[in-house]
């Protein structure tokens, strides 16, 4: 069984900067793809940003330029550092890994407010 632990969740104001981290319980590059998601009440979770086990990257176009997605292979870690944060960032943030099965973190509350 896979776990995915994220931390670095919290409340920033507006034009401010959070790091989110993500640790799994095995090899990082075994899966084809790790990430983040995000959803809001009464949404469904959408893509924010993705790295593949190649190193390809895929960001959601309102974060591109503010977010920037990284693996530490060597820590099986996969972070997301979001800077220029706007109020409509405020979301639960999953960790998301893929190998033919779909795994979640537990998700972490960002909130970003005055």
């Known amino acids: 069984q896979v776990q995915l632990v994220e931390s670095g969740g919290g409340l920033v104001q507006p034009g401010g900067s959070l790091r989110l981290s993500c640790k799994a319980s095995r090899d990082i590059l075994s899966f084809s793809a790790v990430g983040w998601y995000r959803q809001t009440p009464g949404k469904q979770r959408v893509l924010v940003a993705t790295?593949?086990?190649?190193?390809?990257?895929d960001y959601e176009d309102s974060v591109k330029g503010r977010f920037t997605i990284s693996r530490d292979n060597a820590k099986n870690t996969v972070d997301l550092q979001m800077s220029s944060l706007e109020p409509e960032d405020t979301a639960v943030y999953y960790c998301?890994?893929?190998?033919?099965?779909?795994?979640w973190g537990q998700g972490t509350q960002v909130t970003v407010s005055s």
């Open positions: 790295i593949s086990n190649g190193g390809s990257l």
């Open positions: 998301l890994a893929i190998q033919l099965v779909w795994y």
